[in-house]
C-alpha cells in the first residue's frame, strides 16, 4: 500500500520555526516529484514548494521564499519542509504529496497525498 504520513507540525511563536517531515511507503521517493502544499480555513489548497527527481526546486507561494526549504532523504525515504521566520498568516494545514511527473502548484497533477498536519503560528 503506497502512503505518505507527514509529521512536525505544532503551535509556534512568530519568528520562530518547525520542520515538517513525511515519510513515504510502498514506493520511493526519488522516483517522483515531490510537493508540499498547505490549506488555511476557508481557503483552497494551494503549492508551497516542490522538488523535482533532479533535484531542482520550485517555490509556488511568494511568502514561502527564503523562508522555507524543501529537502529530501533518499537513506529515509522522506521529504523535508524547513520552515523559518514562520508568520501567523502561515497557519494552515500542511500537505506532502507525490507526482510521477513533472513539479506542479496544481492539486490535481498529484497521485499520492498524505493526510496533513496542522502548523499553527501564534503568540
Known amino acids: 500500500q503506497l502512503q505518505l504520513v507527514e509529521s512536525g507540525g505544532g503551535l509556534v511563536q512568530p519568528g520562530g520555526s518547525l520542520r515538517l517531515s513525511c515519510a513515504a511507503s510502498g514506493f520511493t521517493l526519488d522516483a517522483y516529484a515531490l510537493g508540499w502544499f498547505r490549506q488555511a480555513p476557508g481557503k483552497e489548497r494551494e503549492g508551497v514548494s516542490c522538488?523535482?527527481?533532479?533535484?531542482?526546486?520550485?517555490t509556488y507561494a511568494e511568502d514561502a521564499e527564503g523562508r522555507f526549504t524543501i529537502s529530501r532523504d533518499n537513506a529515509k525515504n522522506t521529504v523535508d519542509l524547513q520552515m523559518n521566520s514562520l508568520k501567523p498568516e502561515d497557519t494552515a494545514v500542511y500537505y506532502c504529496?507525490?507526482?510521477?511527473?513533472?513539479?506542479?502548484?496544481?492539486?490535481?497533477?498529484?497521485?499520492?497525498w498524505g493526510q496533513g498536519t496542522q502548523v499553527t503560528v501564534s503568540s
Open positions: 504529496a507525490a507526482t510521477p511527473y513533472g513539479c506542479s502548484g496544481r492539486t490535481h497533477d498529484y497521485n499520492y
Open positions: 522538488l523535482q527527481r533532479s533535484g531542482r526546486t520550485t
